[in-house]
Each structure stands twice: as C-alpha cells, then as structure tokens.
C-alpha cells in the first residue's frame, strides 16, 4: 500500500479559473502562465487541460517550454526570460517558442542568430529586475533593424511590481509610463498584467496578460484569498492520520518540545512534513481539516511527520484523510500561517507526493 500523501488536481476548477481570467481580461486575450511545473501542479497536464481555450502559454525558461512539447502541445510558448545562450535561438525559432528580449547580450547574440524566434521586447517600468529603461526603446529597434530581425518583434511586455496591493498607485505609474514607452509602434502588441491586474478595477491589460496563480486558484492580492475572488482550489493536499494519542498536561509533542499541552488533549500524527513540500514554518495554530471539521497543528513540523489537536473530533481515527489545503483550508490561509505565500507552497510540493488527476469525466462517472 502506497502512504496515501498525495495532491489530487481538479482539471475541472483550473479550467474554470482560466475561463475567469479570461473574463476578467476582455477584450485582452490571457495566455496562461504555467511555469515551474504549473505552478507544481504537472506542466504537462496542465497545458493539456487549457490547449483548448489557451492561445498561448508562458514559462520561465527553454526546458519548460519542451516539456509542453513533449506532452503534445504545438501552442506557441514565450519565454518570459528568453534564451539563457545563443545556441537556443535556432530551438526557438524551429519549435514556436517566442523569446522576451531584456538584455544587450542578448541583442549581441541576435545579432549572429542563423534563425532568429519570434520576439517581444522586455520594458522596465519599475520593477527593476529585467528589460530596456523606456528610453533605449528606439535604439534597441534601431538595432534589430541593423541586424534584419526587426520584423521578428511581435510586441511588448513589461510586469507590474505591486498589482496585488489595491492601495498602492504604482501600478498606474507603471501602466502610464509602459503606454508611453511603446506609443510609437502602435501596430505591435501589448502585454502587461499578472493575476492581480485582473482584479484591479479599471486597469488596462492591452492585447494579452499573463496569468499563473489564479489558474490554480490561490490568491494574487494581499488579505484575500482565492475563493473570495471567485476562484477555485485546483489542488487538494492529503495525507493519512497514522496514530492518534492522548497527551496529560504538562506533556509536549515533537522536535524542542515546542508545544505543550495545558489540559488533557487528544492529538494525531499526520504522514505528511516539510520533506513533501508541507512548509515547516507553519506552526501552532495553522488549519487543516478531518471528519467534516476544522483542526489546527499542535508543534513543529517535521520532515516526514506533523501533529494535529483532535480535540472536539473525538471521532478522528487512524486511517482518516486529512486536509492539509484544498477546498476546506484555502492555500492561501496556510502560506499566511508560514509566512510566505501560497505561489511558495504550490511550487514547493516535492517528487515524492504523486498528483492524482481528475478530469470532468471521472466525476461524472
Ligand atoms: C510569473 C509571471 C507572471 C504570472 O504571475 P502571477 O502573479 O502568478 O499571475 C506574469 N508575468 C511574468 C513576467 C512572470 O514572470
């Protein structure tokens, strides 16, 4: 028998969060974003699930643009880093993979390509990480145009540093000085826009954004989670409760003895810890879910193990399943306990937790 810790994937709620963000995008166009593994959800899987209604998909890197080939998805695929060497322009260009441009040296290897990939110029709007100030702008199409790739540039795309915090106006400084920036090419196309910037009430989002949480249903904004946004969790962590024991006053569980217990306390050890992915900083307190009832963790989380307060399910026993996040405990709720967020949580599920897929067609039968 297998140890029962796994992540079942609902295919059903990630289409439906898609289609929301579609929604929210009109007339903008959402190319799903599904780097890191689908945001660990399984890369593959997951470009399948959306090929239908996705136009395009978007990952971090090359590696991640083949694993969507070799789960038979002939999609274009943009690379929000673009090549990390000259050698993987001519992959690019044979495989439909389209390459954000930020760099000179990556203008240098242009300028030698034998194939040069469809590309988009990377904007630096205040972010700072990536991308051409909005003054180089000219200079660098001047460049493609010495170099006879001009016609290669398809658009723009620049990525918002503080969409997910309503209060913040940073966003409409970004937003103003990337229409400014690209005015001049207004037959290109325009992509701004990560989840949170589809729950900006009035914020532009052009000819294509680019979401990747909200398709897995957690929340991009602060002090929401993901179902207050109307969206649904797409995985569900379980694992089994292996032993239930009954702790005296006085008595602690776990690694420093960090929680001891003030009255007579019932707990249960969970087969599941931070060597799955399950973040160790979640301590005392964060939720999980048993037998149709809300519990909480009592100790540190250990590698292959975390403990749980039982009381007030004098009915949980070995063997139950229990919710660590999913439909009952959002994710969101949990990376707030750990003090990270949830994109930490989902991406952070290791190999040894199987993800069980379940399509619209196993519910109905
Ligand atoms: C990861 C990423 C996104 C998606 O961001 P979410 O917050 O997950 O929606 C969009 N654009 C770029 C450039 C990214 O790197």
Redesign the pocket.
């Known amino acids: 028998m297998p140890r029962n810790t796994v992540a079942r994937i609902d295919i059903s709620a990630l289409r439906h969060n898609y289609r929301l963000a579609c929604a929210l995008a009109s007339p903008a166009r959402a190319m799903a974003?599904i780097?890191a593994d689908g945001y660990g959800h399984g890369i593959g899987e997951v470009a399948r699930a959306l090929a239908d209604d996705a136009p395009r998909f978007a990952v971090a890197c090359i590696e991640e643009a083949q694993a969507i080939r070799e789960a038979g998805i002939g999609h274009p695929v943009v690379l929000?880093q673009g090549v990390h060497s000259a050698d993987d322009l001519a992959i690019c260009a044979r495989e439909g993979f389209e390459m954000v441009v930020h760099s000179d040296h990556q203008l240098d290897w242009l300028e030698h390509a034998a194939e040069t990939p469809t590309l988009w110029l990377k904007v630096n709007t205040g972010m700072n990480r990536l991308g051409f100030a909005p003054v180089m702008l000219v200079e660098v199409m001047d460049r493609l145009e010495r170099y006879a790739v001009q016609q290669k540039v398809v658009g723009f795309v620049t990525?918002f540093a503080c969409a997910d915090d309503v209060a913040s106006s940073f966003t409409d400084e970004q937003t103003r000085l990337f229409t400014e920036a690209v005015a001049d090419w207004p037959s290109l196309q325009k992509s701004a826009g990560?989840?949170?910037a589809h729950f900006l009430p009035g914020q532009p989002l052009f000819d294509l954004s680019?979401?990747?949480?909200?398709l897995y249903g957690a929340s991009?904004m602060l002090e929401k989670t993901g179902p207050q946004l109307g969206l649904k969790p797409v995985m569900t962590l379980e694992a089994q409760l292996t032993a239930v024991r009954t702790l005296k006053p006085g008595e602690s569980v776990g690694y420093a003895c960090s929680w001891t217990a003030e009255r007579e306390t019932r707990m249960g050890i969970v087969a599941i810890g931070y060597g799955d992915g399950y973040p160790r900083h979640a301590g005392t307190d964060t939720p999980a879910w048993v037998a149709g009832h809300r519990i909480r963790l009592i100790g540190r989380v250990s590698m292959d193990m975390l403990a749980v307060d039982l009381t007030g399910v004098p009915g949980a026993c070995p063997g139950d399943t229990v919710e660590l996040w999913g439909g009952h405990v959002s994710v969101d709720e949990v990376a707030q306990h750990a003090g990270t967020i949830a994109?930490e949580l989902l991406t952070g599920i290791t190999a040894r937790v199987p993800r069980l897929y379940r399509s619209p067609a196993d519910r109905a039968g």
Request: net charge positive.
């Open positions: 974003v780097k929000l990525h990560n989840s949170a680019r979401p990747g949480i909200m991009p994109y």
